[in-house]
């Protein structure tokens, strides 16, 4: 899943994902206030040299749209679209701000987060709480940087004056300045007084999350119809919108978009429903309370409970009652499955997703041994066969358990390989080993080597512990149950040899059993009595998964 | 506690199908708008929703898929929020605009009523699994939702003049264009217990997609369970 940042890591996008275009959503929130996202386009020296790669809700988007703002969706305060190969080679870095609208500091802020999206799939999370903040009132949370490639960094640092010393520090102009602080100032100005404590014009964003536990937000802010904020769904006409043309975009009710309001926008009144129970069919509530607005919000009026409240869909047969927007990605067959499309790159080996793998056997002409049954789908020419291990690989694969049950793949194609759902991980190895427990294997070059290895030691069942080791130049493919942790080996790393699917062969493997005197006396001892402790110079590694086979 | 929890609390409704996190779905009822689940996916409601199992009208178009105890379709009616879930499997919601798609039995979830669909049998594809493959065409302009054991890969056929070959268990969808037929990659050495592992495929031609999830398990749970 999502690979944890904390403050000041940096990776490569290209090891978090195979795509480009990337969805990135930000949560930040806090009681209260209301919070500006927005995305700075800045040249090589850092710099802010052109406003149109300022990404913020007045300017939804760059000129090439490598860069769109999406709005609030999916929990997440404010959401970019980013196309990373779309991005003008001027353009070196992309830095994502959050500021504060009026009075606060970042302190107050809650749990948040800015995570990274890809193929629909969290692919990395940069956790931040308002502890790590003090009096700053602007924060920098994360950068994508071109650094030879695209790189991803969590920044959290924050600025104590706001979008505007945030400007100053992109070396933007006072002219870009005015029209941003002003437009924000407006902002709240015009909006309905009921409205107050909701965000101005983005409406959406800051209620949802955070308010949900918070006893401070909830009463003032939907005892008022909240039918006024804008829908969050269809981002970008919306947002087009919002501070430009004042009197339109926040005041009224717009006709038939009411439909989302009653249900999503309020999610803080949902843990009401618990303490009031017996209002719940038909205790005599003001009919003409609208649905969200009384805190047992289904009590009303119990013969047409959901028909003569605007926002169900009154009129039965009209496509209306229900919110028809389409999702974020864009209507129809194409645009749903967009984020699911083969990733084509030049490589011999490309993960498609976490769990399926694309050999292109045109390439390299070596053929694969994979696991068999391991094919999903495979496109042009491609022959499997039985893979036999021989007379004496019966032997010992018989003997020891480390057996692999293979095909050959050869020929000129695609083959797409995958099992069970399990998470893949391609091993390139250039001359070095590694060593993989049979089972989990996917498939291989078969220009590698392979062998069984054993590892002495007391106290195992059976007396010994086998594994593969692969050695050569090619690549292994090893799949695990779950997201795996690689560990490197220090003078104390322990794994649970059940749990342990791979580690680097250079590493040495000592057996470590927990003695206990007395242990069986005890009807509930750990468990865990015999370990594989690794040895092994810097640069070892082992690799382990949240499954005990 | 509620804090901690609160990051789950469902976003707010912006369209009839959506994604609550990856493996479950959130559908928006309204009387008159009616809904096809699979039997057996509801896993919460919120509102008034009434549920009938292997109704009229399904029976009808779903015959041939009923093998004697009824279409495992339930339609859903109401207002209302619907969750809907399969034993975990990725969710996938496509907004049909005038398109159509084939999928496979097992991996439909649930779809719009007034969505023009049938049942069909491949023709030629007796799986050996016994149950055989079914797949739900369905066409017109609504909101359709799939499962997929995995994050799922979407293919397009007809970029050159290969075939696509797909494992019929990993199938999860594909376009109703497209020429289907079964490919036996028998040897004679399979027959002495050296298969590949690999003995049947399906080959699509043509133009369109192949939507594929990575993972043969194509157990029918809700059914089983049934």
Redesign the interface.
Known sequence: MAREFQRGHKAKISDLTAGTDLYVGVQISAPGLTFDISCFGLDAEERLSDDRYFVFFNQPKTPEESVQLLG????DTESFRVTLDRIPANIHKLSFTATIDGAGQMSQI??GHLRIVA???EVARYAFTGSEFSTERAVMLGDFYLKDVWRFAAVGQGFDGGLDALLRNFGGEVAEEEPAVQQQAAAPGFAPPPQAATPPAFG?PAA???A???PQAPAPAFGAPQAPTP????AQPVHATPTMVAPVAPAPVPPPAP???P???Q?PQ??QYGPVPGQYPGQGQPPQAPYGQAPAP?GQAAPA???QQPP??Q?????Q???????ATG????????P???TATGARWTP?????MRVDLAMGGTPVLA??????????????????AGFTGRIVGNATGQEM?L??CTGR?QL?L????AHLHPIELQGDGICVSAESVLAFDESLQYEVRRIEGHGIPGGALFTMQFQGTGTIVVKTHGVPVVLPVTPTTFADCNAVVAWSSASQVILSSQVRLRRNAYPGHSGETVNLQFRGAPGNFIVVQPYEV | ???Q???Y????????M??HG?TMLKV??????DLYARTGSMVSYE??ITYEPNPPAARQVAQQWATGEGAPIMKCSG???LYLADYGADV??????N?S?SVNGTNLLAFDAHLQWGVERVKGLAKFAGQGLFNVEIAGTGWVALTS????????CG??D??????PD?LVAWSPALKVKGKR?F?A??LIG?????AF?MAFSGQG?????????STDRLRIRG
């Open positions: 609030a969706q999916s929990g809650g749990p193929g629909g799939e959406a949802p999350a955070p949900f536990g918070a829908p969050p769904a269809p439909a989302p309001a249900y999503g926008q999610p949902q843990p289904y409970p959901y028909g169900y869909g009129q039965p047969g009209v496509p009652g229900v919110p028809q927007g389409v999702p209507a129809g067959l194409a645009a749903a499955l967009a699911y499309k083969e498609q997703n976490q769990q399926l696991r068999q049954g391991s094919m999903v789908m495979y496109q042009g020419k491609v022959d499997f066969s039985h893979k036999g049950q095909m050959r194609g797409f995958a099992e069970e759902g | 506690m509620n804090q929890l609160a990051g609390a469902p976003t707010p409704v912006a369209a009839r959506e994604n990856r928006a009822m309204a009387s008159g708008q509102g008034y207002d209302g929020l996938v919601v496509i907004n049909l605009q398109d798609i054991r995995g994050t799922p890969i979407v293919v397009d970029r050159g290969d075939e696509t070959y797909v494992d990993a990659s040897k050495s399979s050296r298969g590949s592992g690999e495929q997609i192949v939507v594929v999830q990575p993972s043969e398990d």
